[in-house]
């Protein structure tokens, strides 16, 4: 199964390096990297703010849910301003 429908069906499961692609596409360049986490800048303040670690070559589910929730935020905050 392609990788972005796993991730909404169980965000168990997900390779860091697949969501760190997915993020990157998304967000940009990390602000934090070389750590355990990777730190997104968001185009809003607050939640839902993208921070994914990396627990032994697996994202976090709850991480992989709010990475979700930020890029439906941006698709509908794209959709509204055009």
């Given at each position: 199964m392609p990788f972005w429908p796993r991730c909404e069906i169980t965000p168990k499961g997900?390779?860091?390096k697949g969501l760190c692609r997915v993020c990157e596409?998304?967000?940009g360049v990390p602000r934090q990297r070389g750590t355990s986490?990777?730190?997104?800048r968001m185009p809003w303040q607050?939640?839902?703010r993208v921070n994914i670690q990396n627990d032994k070559g697996m994202a976090k589910a709850y991480q992989v849910k709010q990475v979700l929730k930020a890029i439906e935020r941006l698709r509908n905050e794209s959709s509204t301003s055009d």
């Open positions: 997900i390779r860091f596409r998304y967000f986490h990777r730190i997104y607050g939640d839902p």
